[in-house]
């Protein structure tokens, strides 16, 4: 599995965030932009597991919710951040002889993304209701909570057909955090958008953002083979207000 460089991220939030604060002390022109999305959304996970026979990992759906904040800082430029609610999910199961026996982790995350947007169709769309708006950046965030559904053997239970499966749930205690879980997340991200305004300043749109993981949220776990990585897939559509 390749490596994933982690020094950029520092250069890139100085970077935005300098960009940020010199927006809001910009001209009364500027326009600024809230907008909620949400919709669905795909979690893949990168780790190697050839230490671990009859075993893989399989990329899960879930769904996120967005309040978004975008600043103009210079005519078809613009800094946008805002919060994001996500789940990033996964499934680890059994394949061969054990095949039916899984877990899957359903995550939830607060994200901040801080990415830089573009129009580079202003000109095409100029007399039109539409507006195309490409963004990249990064973003940070926190691991909230974790739900793990498993599905385990009863060998108290056994019969003539073998041994029973149950399904056990339990949630994630980060306060005594005893697999010692990497909770900071962060990583790039790119998003796209196609706005139409309904009305004045009111819009509606359809947005997709793409998250490329740089932290690995099982870093201090002891006997892993390789690091954990998230890619998640954001497909969603919203509303949004310009003042």
Do not use: C
């Not at 195309?132 to 909230?144: K, R």
Request: no cysteine; glycine share 6%.
């Amino acid at each position: 599995m390749h490596e994933r460089s982690l020094s950029i991220i520092p250069k890139v939030l100085g970077i935005l965030f300098i960009i940020l604060i010199t927006s809001f002390s910009s001209s009364a022109q500027n326009k600024f932009r809230i907008s909620l999305s949400g919709g669905l959304n795909n979690n893949d996970i990168t780790y190697s597991a050839t230490n671990r026979v009859n075993t893989e990992y399989v990329d899960e759906s879930g769904n996120y919710f967005k309040a978004g904040f975008n600043f103009k800082i210079y005519k078809h430029i613009s800094i946008q951040t805002g919060i994001t609610y996500l789940n990033k999910n996964y499934k680890y199961q059994r394949t061969g002889t054990r095949e039916g026996i899984y877990t899957l982790h359903k995550s939830r995350y607060f994200n901040i993304p801080v990415m830089v947007g573009i129009q580079p169709l202003h000109k095409a769309l100029k007399n039109t209701k539409f507006n195309f708006e490409i963004f990249a950046g990064t973003y940070v965030g926190w691991w909230n909570s974790l739900e793990r559904e498993s599905t385990v053997y009863v060998f108290a239970e056994f019969d003539f057909d073998g041994f029973p499966q149950k399904t056990v749930i339990d949630s994630y205690d980060f306060d005594k955090n005893e697999n010692q879980f990497n909770r900071v997340d962060y990583g790039l991200q790119a998003e796209t958008r196609v706005d139409y305004k309904i009305y004045k300043n009111l819009g509606v749109f359809i947005e997709y953002s793409f998250m490329y993981g740089l932290s690995d949220n099982q870093k201090q776990q002891l006997r892993k083979a390789s690091n954990y990585y998230y890619t998640t897939s954001n497909y969603g559509m919203g509303i949004s207000y310009n003042f």
